[in-house]
């Protein structure tokens, strides 16, 4: 759970949690974030070859869930949005 210094820009959180049980749907691990942190945003990184459908599939919130592409920047040690991609927000799902 270690970081490099590098990347304390990001202001990222990171969330440790027991995978235990295999979605049947879409064959991942995951585990319920709780009623304490809500997704708020989905950044796929530059190698990722998702697209914004695949993306959705696996998005149930009741709120709406920005949805970008990261790049790395130009001459920095950073990451940035990537200009090739158009973020889309998702629609709120019913509970």
């Given at each position: 759970?270690?970081?490099?210094t590098?990347?304390?820009?990001e202001r990222?959180?990171?969330?440790?949690?027991?995978?235990?049980?295999?979605?049947?749907?879409?064959?991942?691990?995951?585990?319920?974030?709780?009623p304490?942190?809500?997704l708020?945003e989905?950044?796929?990184?530059?190698?990722c070859?998702?697209t914004?459908?695949?993306?959705?599939?696996?998005?149930?919130?009741?709120e709406?869930?920005?949805?970008?592409?990261?790049?790395?920047?130009f001459?920095?040690?950073?990451?940035?949005?990537?200009?090739?991609?158009?973020?889309?927000?998702?629609?709120?799902?019913k509970?």
């Amino acid at each position: 759970m270690t970081k490099a210094t590098d990347w304390a820009y990001e202001r990222e959180y990171r969330v440790e949690g027991a995978l235990k049980q295999k979605d049947p749907r879409t064959g991942f691990y995951c585990t319920d974030f709780g009623p304490q942190i809500q997704l708020r945003e989905l950044i796929m990184g530059h190698r990722c070859e998702w697209t914004i459908e695949n993306a959705l599939q696996l998005i149930l919130e009741t709120e709406p869930v920005r949805i970008c592409k990261a790049r790395p920047a130009f001459g920095k040690f950073e990451m940035v949005e990537s200009n090739d991609f158009r973020p889309r927000k998702t629609k709120p799902r019913k509970p």
